[in-house]
């Protein structure tokens, strides 16, 4: 089943919400240090509500951790971003991908991005809007892999 990587999230109530969505489709979830909030904060955990005990929850202290799990488990890693070179929609997604997002206000770093197997964008008609909120755009994602998938039925 494919699992949702947040690298350096800073928002603690997207990252809940992200959190819940996790929990409602036994996704695993990774998040990569440094966060821009304490795994405790009371944002974080209301946007999660009661859920907190059904997300398969993994923090990595950093890139380097996190690529040291990647290594072992295997799997390609994609990259969602607003210059990513596949829609979403008609990306073929399999049941080993790592869909990898980055913070709210800088995206994924160019590193991370360089090590990603394929980059992927969520499309959007408003030119003058930048880019989806980060929860958002995990829900959309991770839906259609799933539905992609046969998880949906």
């Known amino acids: ?16 919400n992200i959190a819940r969505t996790c929990a409602a489709t036994g996704t695993e979830l990774h998040l990569v240090g440094p966060l821009g909030f304490e795994i405790s904060d009371r944002y974080l955990k209301r946007a999660g509500l009661d859920y907190w005990p059904y997300v398969k929850l993994h923090y990595h202290e ?9 290594e072992q488990r295997g799997g390609r890693r994609l990259g969602f971003s607003v210059r990513g070179n596949y829609n979403y929609a008609s990306f073929q997604y399999r049941v080993d991908d790592w869909l990898l997002f980055g913070s709210e206000t800088t995206g994924l770093p160019p590193e991370v991005i360089s090590s990603c ?10 030119p003058k809007v ?8 995990v829900a959309v994602a991770l839906f259609e892999a799933h539905r992609q998938l046969g998880y949906l039925e």
Do not use: C, W
């Open 1 to 16: 089943m494919p699992q949702v990587v947040l690298v350096n999230p800073l928002i603690p109530p997207n990252t809940g």
């Open 62 to 70: 950093s890139l380097e951790a996190f690529k040291t799990l990647h």
């Open 117 to 126: 197997d394929a980059t992927v964008y969520i499309p959007m008609s408003q």
């Open 130 to 137: 930048r880019s989806l909120n980060l929860s958002v755009s």
